[in-house]
């Protein structure tokens, strides 16, 4: 599976723009974008697996949502959400994400704050080579 991101400049806040072979894979490395937000260097190994699932009426929701259960458990649990997985589904309307994310303890990592994920300019779009996203981050 091809999966990759890229941190972009966005006026006072950060984007990730990414993609992926199929939209599970976009869904994750946006997430794997915000994680390199936070932090310039996330060690290789250490962290338990934690798993995350959100239902939402849209796409766009879906990841917003998503993003936002990181954030949370990033607070909650005090972990950066890295080598994360996801699986998207659209059934009778609903669309599920399933993920997973390694929780790096936050004090093993020097992390800058990322206060929420944003609708701004938000973009899900179906290309012929996979899944391309682009969300704001509100820093």
């Not at 072979?21 to 190994?45: H, I, K, Q, R």
């Not at 995350?52 to 009426?57: L, M």
């Not at 609708?119 to 899900?124: A, F, H, W």
Request: hydrophobic letters at 45%; proline letters at 2%.
């Amino acid at each position: 599976m091809t999966r990759r991101f890229a941190l972009r400049e966005h006026t006072a806040d950060v984007a990730v723009e990414a993609h992926a072979d199929d939209l599970g894979g976009a869904f994750a490395a946006v997430a794997d974008g915000m994680a390199a937000a936070m932090c310039d260097a996330v060690p290789e190994s250490g962290g338990e697996r934690f798993d995350v699932a959100v239902s939402s009426s849209t796409r766009e929701r879906a990841l917003y949502d998503y993003l936002d259960q990181l954030i949370y458990e990033r607070d909650v649990r005090g972990v950066l959400p890295v080598d994360n997985e996801a699986r998207v589904e659209r059934t009778d309307g609903t669309w599920t994400v399933a993920a997973s994310a390694r929780g790096v303890p936050l004090e093993a990592v020097a992390a800058r704050d990322l206060k929420a994920v944003t609708y701004s300019e938000m973009r899900i779009e179906r290309e012929d080579d996979g899944w391309r996203a682009y969300v704001v981050f509100d820093v």
